[in-house]
């Protein structure tokens, strides 16, 4: 019999929604008490997220699995040569988040511009003193750099604080939220303008250290760098160099080279750096709703037999 394995902890709610989009199919959901059998695996032709057994005993040869619906939007973690090499289709959770991720985006931003962040450490030891140098959002060019669904949503919030919005697409098509879209051979060019940069590249070979010491070089040295997408898009040892020697103002970081970043890393007692531990894109109510949302919409289309018209269909030649 075909079946599901549904590895999230899904509500009543969540679990009917995708019972309903596969009629007649087995279905086995997970919670923090279920531990799966190594042949539930082997015999899943679908599973909703990702854990280590998928790898080990769901990509063996020989066994069932034809799709994978990811819990997260970024899919370089995966194995992706294998899972093409055993022609599973893989499906990602592009936009789900967008929302989440725009929000400490925009928070960051905040945060930095009007001094948050040294308040907030000045609030620990009493100190009454305010940063040399405060800014506004208002009026002010934020560049997104790798402008998808998240981009969209950082755009549209900044157009309510009166900015002007670059975007930087890899196919330099069309965004309607941005004033200006430039394709990647030119995102130099938004750096050079932009206040606040914003990215959200994913990590591919072409973007793997993107942001190194040229490109904080070519910054204005009032801006702030946000860094959302993927840890090692940014050359870390360059970011610090460029924060210590004032060579921009200051940075939100969500994502880091080194995951967890240790307790002893220079990053965290800079003043002028806002840290948060990778839940941008954290699984909020909201955001779970919406991916089982996803899933259940890509069930009826996957087996529909339409496999190609999946929504987040990830292509392995892009990695994305």
Known sequence: MRSILCLPDLTAEQQEAVRSAAPGLSIQFGNALTSFEDRDYREAEIIFGWDAKVNTEALQEGTKLRWVQSWSSGIDSLPLALLEDRNVLLTDASG??????????????LGLARGTASAVRNQQTGLWESPSTLAEMNGGTVAIVGAGEIGREVARIARAFDMRVLAVRRSGGAM???????DTTRLD?????????????????????????????VMKRSAYFINVGRGATVRTEDLIEALKKGKIAGAGLDVF????????????SM?????TPHNAGGMTVRNTERLVKLFADNIKIYLSGETGSLRNLVDYSKKY
């Open 176 to 182: 309607p939220e941005a004033d200006v879209v430039y």
């Open 189 to 217: 060019d938004a750096l050079r303008e932009a206040d606040y940069i914003v990215n959200i590249l994913p990590l591919t070979n072409e973007t793997e250290h993107v942001f190194g010491a040229e490109r904080f070089a």
């Open 96 to 109: 789900v988040h967008a929302r989440s991720v725009s929000e400490t985006a925009v928070a960051m931003m």
């Open 271 to 275: 003043p002028n750096v806002i840290i």
């Open 257 to 268: 080279e080194q995951e967890p970043l240790p307790s002893d890393h220079p990053l965290w």
